[in-house]
């Protein structure tokens, strides 16, 4: 049997599975973490030769397991906006990778601000360190020689896919996707291509940026490791791939990953729809026909419960907050908001701060542990509610997917807050199932999206039930937000 084999670089760990041409998982995967680098309280950074070398362990052990003969290609999803910058002779990065979650280029943003509103209408991106714009400017302007030699074109930027593809290839490409290329916030979105006045405006020589190509594209032949001689044939970044892998071809379709942080996906057909407070990007362009998506991105979700976990200590395993959430009647009226870096959308406030308020002397444990569960439905049900009156569409349902959609308390109660059914996805790797898909529509296993979206498949249901109470629980939440903001 043929497979595809997944490699799935995400924030915390890098993963290695194989699917077959039905879009069906093989039991068999491997998942190996990376450190999370903290140099003071704004700055999270990643190593990426330490990335690299796991993206290299999971594709040997997996071609060992089955046999290199019966991996048909390779696709790629991986964690957007984090940066790398590399040294083009050496191939050595010139300092560890900029995390998304990295807010060192405020003051790249706040040096160029007055033009935040051309750069939105260039990308649909709103002015934030968020993107990888900032980030790569920020590095180009503090490590040593950095901006001199780039602008001698010794150095290269790329998001994590280019740099994988980079060193799977020893150098031969240069290369990344639509979907990660337009959450740089250095591609226009409406000429499709790097934009020579962003650049300048972020002080980034064009020479630096890796070629664009389709999600289906070819990247090139893998020439080192056990896969040697097979192509990477999908990439995609990971809450796209979420959107594909989840079967969201369809206009007016939504979902939303659960991680470290979120992601809410509108798909919208093929023309950009901008709304206040949202991004717009490609969903991705595959066969040579582009899809846009409207999307809401938190920076804190899932991070909060290890937070919870590692800081503070309240449980001594994530695996068991659920049984904590529901021993209790409701959260005993204590909220957390985890604007540990500021708050995306809907409210795009870096300087709010993360805080529990609402405790009283008979809160428990329990309680706190619920709320820092109840925070991630809320927040999703933020972008949500944006979203929707934005983009002049009604919710008919939520699609969900990631680790955290395993806890059935957060479901029922993501259900509760948003007012309709949610469908979670049939595995836990749907944004690897999303390059799966692209990587397939390469090699024919399937004729288009819509054919390998029939792959998708559901998994559990929850269906709301109405009870006005739980409105009252998201009108409290929004005041506990008003305290956060600075």
């Known amino acids: 049997m043929k497979y595809i084999l997944a490699i799935d670089q995400s924030t915390s760990a890098t993963k290695g599975m194989l699917f077959d041409e039905t879009g069906t998982i093989f039991p068999h995967k491997i998942s190996l973490a990376h450190?999370?680098?903290?140099?003071?309280?704004?700055?999270?950074?990643?190593?990426p030769i330490e990335i690299y070398q796991n993206v290299l362990k999971c594709i040997d052990e997996m071609t060992e397991y089955v046999g290199v003969g019966n991996i048909a290609a390779v696709g790629i999803t991986n964690q957007r906006e984090t940066t790398v910058i590399w040294d083009k002779t050496t191939g050595l990065p010139i300092a560890n990778a900029v995390v998304w979650q990295d807010q060192r280029g405020a003051d790249i943003c706040h040096g160029i601000a007055e033009y935040g509103d051309e750069i939105y209408q260039r990308t649909g991106l709103p002015l934030s360190p968020y993107f990888s714009a900032a980030k790569a400017s920020h590095l180009l302007k503090h490590v040593e020689n950095a901006r001199q030699k780039a602008e001698q074109g010794e150095l290269l930027f790329g998001t994590m896919d280019s740099w994988?593809?980079?060193?799977?290839?020893?150098?031969?490409?240069?290369?990344?996707?639509?979907?990660?290329?337009?959450?740089?916030?250095?591609?226009?979105?409406?000429?499709?291509?790097?934009?020579e006045r962003l650049c300048r405006l972020f002080g980034i020589p064009m020479e630096m940026l890796p070629e664009i190509q389709d999600s289906d594209g070819d990247f090139g032949e893998i020439v080192v490791g056990n896969a040697q001689g097979i192509n990477i044939t999908g990439v995609i970044g990971d809450s796209h791939g979420a959107l594909l892998g989840q079967g969201c071809v369809e206009k007016g379709s939504v979902k939303a990953?659960?991680?470290?942080?979120?992601?809410?996906?509108?798909?919208?057909?093929?023309?950009p729809l901008f709304a206040k407070?949202?991004?717009?990007?490609?969903?991705?362009?595959?066969?040579?026909?582009?899809?846009?998506e409207l999307e809401g991105n938190?920076?804190?979700?899932?991070?909060?419960?290890?937070?919870?976990?590692?800081?503070?200590?309240?449980?001594?395993?994530?695996?068991?907050?659920?049984?904590?959430?529901?021993?209790?009647?409701d959260n005993g009226g204590v909220y957390v908001v985890p604007a540990f870096s500021g708050l995306g959308p809907p409210y795009w406030n870096e300087n709010a701060r993360a805080l529990i308020c609402g405790l009283e002397r008979s809160s428990t444990k329990e309680h706190i542990v619920r709320a820092f569960l109840e925070q991630i439905a809320y927040q999703i049900?933020?972008?949500?509610?944006?979203?929707?009156?934005?983009?002049?569409?009604e919710l008919r349902e939520l699609r969900t997917d990631g680790g955290p959609t395993k806890n059935n308390f957060l479901m029922q109660f993501q259900s509760e807050i948003v007012g309709k059914e949610v469908r979670c996805a049939n595995i836990a790797e749907i944004s690897a199932r999303g390059s799966v898909f692209a990587a397939g529509i390469h090699i024919g296993w399937w004729d288009n999206i819509f054919d390998a979206a029939k792959s998708a498949g559901t998994g559990k249901t929850f269906l709301p039930s109405g009870e006005p109470k739980y409105q009252e629980y998201y009108r409290k939440w929004k005041t506990a937000v008003s305290r956060a903001l600075l």
């Open 277 to 292: 407070g949202l991004s717009t990007s490609l969903a991705w362009r595959i066969q040579g026909e582009t899809l846009y």
């Open 164 to 195: 994988i593809i980079y060193n799977l290839t020893k150098g031969k490409t240069h290369a990344c996707d639509y979907s990660n290329a337009c959450r740089t916030q250095l591609f226009n979105i409406h000429t499709l291509k790097w934009d």
């Open 298 to 329: 938190i920076t804190c979700t899932g991070d909060a419960l290890m937070w919870m976990q590692d800081q503070m200590k309240l449980v001594e395993d994530l695996s068991g907050i659920e049984k904590m959430a529901v021993s209790v009647e």
């Open 35 to 47: 450190r999370q680098i903290y140099p003071d309280g704004n700055r999270i950074e990643h190593d």
């Open 257 to 271: 990953t659960y991680g470290t942080g979120s992601s809410v996906a509108l798909n919208t057909g093929n023309k």
């Open 381 to 393: 049900n933020d972008v949500l509610l944006n979203m929707m009156e934005q983009g002049g569409v």
